[in-house]
């Protein structure tokens, strides 16, 4: 079983940055593919970024293309996603996943484990 818990979500004008952090607990993630998901009110979740085990291997919708970067620490169980030029469109609520699945994907359904999220809000 894996704990998962994001921090480091908060209000930033357009423009600016954010770096949200995904600790986790209960058994290493470092054989697990790890994903960043949003959802913003009465919108379905989307992906936004997702890492493979390795961390050779990253993928990244292609709104947040070129401005966010995800990253892990397998020794130390994290992962972040650093967001960059961030805007009002970002806006949402962001949640870490893990899947106990090596392959990396996109659907949410296809990851096992989840965190509480953490709001992220852009202003204009």
């Known amino acids: 079983q894996v704990q998962l818990q994001e921090s480091g979500g908060g209000l930033v004008q357009a423009g600016g940055s954010l770096r949200l952090s995904c600790a986790a607990s209960g058994r290493t993630i470092s054989r697990n593919p790890m994903g960043w998901f949003r959802q913003a009110p009465g919108k379905e979740r989307e992906f936004v970024a997702g890492?493979?085990?390795?961390?050779?291997?990253?993928d990244y919708a292609d709104s947040v293309k070129g401005r966010f970067t995800i990253s892990s620490h397998n020794a130390k169980n994290l992962v972040y996603l650093q967001m960059n030029s961030l805007k009002p469109e970002d806006t949402a609520v962001y949640y870490c996943a893990a899947r106990d699945y090596n392959f990396l994907v996109r659907q949410p359904r296809d990851y096992n484990y989840w965190g509480q999220g953490t709001q992220v809000t852009v202003s204009s």
């Open positions: 890492i493979s085990w390795s961390g050779v291997t990253t």
